[in-house]
């Protein structure tokens, strides 16, 4: 990956806002720029932060117990170990390397954080300047090698899906399938899942965002498997429904009409649109059909290195799709008491249109 | 669990400091005072907010998805969910509550976040406050039924360990054995996992946040298994260490000398005694022997409904212990290039010395 052109990139807008360096903190952000495959156990407990000067080396500072892996990863990069916090490192190494302005992620720091960094060094002489979202503004956009290893993870991610497909009579439970989905991935060489897996059997499927319980799998009801996997850093997201036995009429009525608003959210994707005209083009479908009160949620969201990235595909975002984005495209209807039918694909934004990175076609056209 | 009692006595707090209500974003906190058991997708995507009210009825914020988990968890609070996000409601909500100062969890609040409340709830006349470890603090003492409920937890936590341990030579790589582990857990009817086990065999054991990876259990090497479960959403923790095979002296000598460091912590721990002396009595059983500068974290940190919260148990922390704490102790030495030992127990501070919740003993006598 070319880390050095990402750096540079940044380094040039810092000197264009006059900030001597810029204290990245964001875990997607982090590896975007460096590689740095540190795991953080939430916000407040971090595995490192980066530090990119406007000009020159850029620094990683982490703790003793990620040592071993920051050399790994980012042998580039000046390593900075931190024992008594980061914050105290930061008083000792700014000055040092003749910072007067360090901005920081405001969207990802917290507000706690930045009053102790302010005040800690405002003694310095260092003043502190709130950035939001400019590495996730170069995220957006991804290159042909970013969008080569998001296929790979896409792939992997439907290998999974067939093997759980084949031998669904295996499985007794919801949490049967969602472990054998982590376990199987994780030996097909994922770094891990890109969010808890949804594993939805009859009215549990009614809840989007269903956690898998010791319910039995109902044969002849809805069922909603919703995983995703990370690979080299990045995510794949992809929902299949279905029905074990024999689906119903309305079973296969909301379904057909789920995937047309699928379809029709995919056609309307090209370089150019506005995000909520896509929401629009697969609401329309599901709202005509008498069911918009029914389909709560976006129609979408960018993926990269996070699972949930912008773009957002929403009725209130007026942002234009660029080439090079991935979205999901994930129209659903929800019906308390009965269940729900959700299908995810996961596309690229080209010039005229769209890629379809999803191969996998099981029960999408019933 | 006593709710009413905790958001009481948060309550009488708020009125002591003019505070109107109090804004919970921490997810540990909101299911601490609630019971509300939504799952967060890291700090950006919340599955909810409570509002308590300085005086009466708390409410509950949330989204479509998690509408019918909110009634289920907490039908007795007032429950609003938001569609266009947050911020808006609050902006609808407070002036009606009448509300004219609203705190904030600032060590859970994002700079930009409280930026856009101070902006947005500014225009309604609403001045915001930070504050910050309120419910932290009133966490870190756990009832007898909390220490019950954590004491299943561990029981539960050994249990599976036991079964791992038992069958040992069916499992092939680190991988392999993380995965057992976290499949038993939610089998045996854990939510889910305190955190990413760790299974770490010969010179992996050397990194104390070692990542499993595919390589094969080494027969005569040091293996460490780091591993926690949530159930009923209290966490435990613990790590065993042994050898599946034959120990060479030098195991048996670093293994007896963390033993012995792990008792000597437990020995030092009744209520009143500070933390930093605790890490101490560990610490020093470990330096003299010559290994101090491989024993390169804190002796131990509180666990509840968080597998990491105050207190800590480093040299650096001058806080007393008090009756009611549950802490680990767990000293390690970790060799780069040979691998690492670390033993972990949970306790409970009592008023003349500890209860030590783990009941499993393989391999902590050798």
Same mark, same amino acid.
């Given at each position: ?178 472990? @054998? ?5 994780? &030996?097909? *060489?994922?770094?891990? +899942?890109?969010?808890?897996? $949804?594993?939805?059997? %009859? ?111 929403? @009725? ?5 799709? &660029?080439? *090079?984005?991935?979205? +999901?495209?994930?129209?659903? $209807?929800?019906?308390? %008491? ?29």
């Amino acid at each position: 990956m070319n880390y050095t052109r990402r750096i540079k990139k940044i380094q040039a807008k810092l000197r264009r806002k006059k900030i001597d360096a810029f204290l990245i903190s964001q875990p997607e952000n982090r590896r975007y720029l460096s590689g740095y495959t540190g795991d953080d156990y939430g916000i407040s407990e971090s595995s490192g932060y980066l530090i990119i000067p406007a000009r020159g080396k850029i620094l990683l500072l982490t703790d003793f117990r990620y040592k071993a892996q920051a050399k790994q990863d980012v042998p580039w990069a000046t390593i900075k170990i931190y024992k008594q916090g980061s914050l105290r490192l930061l008083c000792k190494l700014l000055p040092d390397l003749n910072v007067k302005n360090l901005a920081f992620e405001s969207h990802y720091t917290l507000f706690s954080t930045a009053q102790n960094l302010k005040t800690e060094l405002g003694k310095k002489g260092i003043q502190i300047t709130p950035l939001e979202g400019m590495v996730e503004k170069m995220r957006r956009i991804k290159t042909e090698e970013e969008i080569d290893l998001i296929r790979t993870s896409v792939r992997l991610n439907e290998k999974v899906f067939g093997e759980i497909f084949k031998n669904l009579p295996e499985f007794e439970t919801e949490i049967d399938i969602s472990l @054998a989905i982590e376990s199987l991935m994780r &030996r097909k *060489g994922a770094e891990g +899942t890109s969010f808890d897996s $949804i594993v939805a059997s %009859g009215t549990n499927s009614s809840l989007p965002h269903a956690v898998p319980t010791q319910s039995p799998i109902q044969k002849n009801k809805s069922l909603t498997i919703d995983m995703g996997l990370v690979l080299s850093g990045y995510c794949s997201d992809m929902t299949r429904n279905f029905v074990p036995g024999e689906p119903d009429k309305r079973y296969l009525k909301l379904h057909r009409l789920v995937r047309k608003a699928q379809l029709a959210g995919m056609a309307a994707i090209r370089a150019g649109v506005r995000c909520c005209d896509v929401d629009r083009a697969a609401r329309k479908i599901i709202a005509d059909a008498g069911y918009g009160k029914r389909f709560g949620h976006s129609l979408g969201h960018g993926v990269g290195l996070a699972v949930h990235e912008p773009p957002s595909l929403s @009725a209130r975002s007026t942002k234009k799709l &660029r080439v *090079g984005m991935i979205v +999901t495209v994930e129209p659903g $209807i929800y019906i308390p %008491g009965w269940g729900g039918i959700r299908l995810e694909n996961m596309v690229v934004v080209r010039e005229d249109g769209c890629e379809n990175l999803n191969k996998d076609t099981t029960w999408l056209d019933i």
